[in-house]
């Protein structure tokens, strides 16, 4: 069976965590030690990324002049990437890097794709708690849909609670939040963050208001 056809079988089965770039999907990985695939497709090749407990281990770069593997791909990554990370089993993501397995990690580090830890100074956070509170004029919104999303890609959501409140635990950065009720769509907003926790009050009237 071809790469290419192995790999869709495996995503047919297996749970879409996210989309991010090649720092993000590094940084993620490895904080959650996740096991899983980084799936970067365009018109002109498809690259894939495989994670083992937080590492990247494998890797498959494909183009119509053929198939890479391992090494040899990596040397084909670019910052630019974006990658959709999906979730698969130990025992699947095993028989893929047996296939395509990274020897070399310093192809990433060379070119600063992987933190190499400075001694003595603090971590980056990377993770962080972003907490929205919906008003509507001077009232809370109880039971509002909560969207956050990242480009096309609605990466988590929730309802708010009766002081109307709601947390989510995402990647530093900038996000699109929507906010609806019952009644559809009310409003948009624009949030980035890039401490551990961060309370944003969001009204209804497209006005944001940010405290730390």
């Given at each position: 069976m071809a790469i290419n056809d192995l790999v869709d079988e495996i995503l047919e089965q297996s749970t879409?965590?996210?989309?991010f770039t090649l720092s993000e999907l590094l940084h993620y990985s490895n904080i959650h030690s996740l096991t899983g695939m980084g799936i970067s497709k365009d018109s002109t090749h498809t690259f894939f990324l495989v994670f083992s407990r937080g590492e990247p281990d494998g890797a498959v770069f494909a183009d119509e002049k053929g198939t890479l593997f391992?090494?040899?791909?990596?040397?084909?990554?670019?910052d630019g990437e974006e990658f959709?990370?999906?979730?698969?089993?130990?025992?699947?993501?095993?028989?893929?890097?047996?296939?395509?397995?990274v020897f070399e990690k310093s192809h990433l580090k060379r070119n600063g794709r992987l933190d190499i830890p400075t001694i003595g100074a603090p971590t980056r956070q990377r993770v962080g708690v972003l907490c929205l509170t919906i008003h509507d004029g001077q009232a809370p919104l109880a039971g509002?849909?909560?969207?956050?999303r990242k480009g096309k890609l609605v990466i988590t959501s929730d309802v708010t609670d009766s002081g109307g409140?709601?947390?989510?635990?995402?990647?530093?950065?900038?996000?699109?939040?929507?906010?609806?009720?019952?009644?559809?769509?009310?409003?948009?907003?624009?949030?980035?963050?890039?401490?551990?926790?961060?309370?944003?009050?969001?009204?209804?009237?497209?006005?944001?208001?940010?405290?730390?």
């Open positions: 879409h965590e996210g989309c391992g090494d040899s791909a990596v040397l084909h990554l670019a959709d990370l999906y979730l698969v089993a130990p025992p699947i993501a095993d028989a893929l890097v047996s296939r395509c397995r509002a849909h909560v969207s956050v409140r709601v947390c989510f635990r995402l990647l530093n950065g900038r996000y699109m939040c929507v906010v609806s009720d019952r009644t559809g769509e009310r409003t948009r907003c624009i949030v980035e963050f890039h401490e551990p926790q961060v309370e944003t009050r969001v009204d209804i009237g497209g006005t944001e208001d940010e405290s730390r």
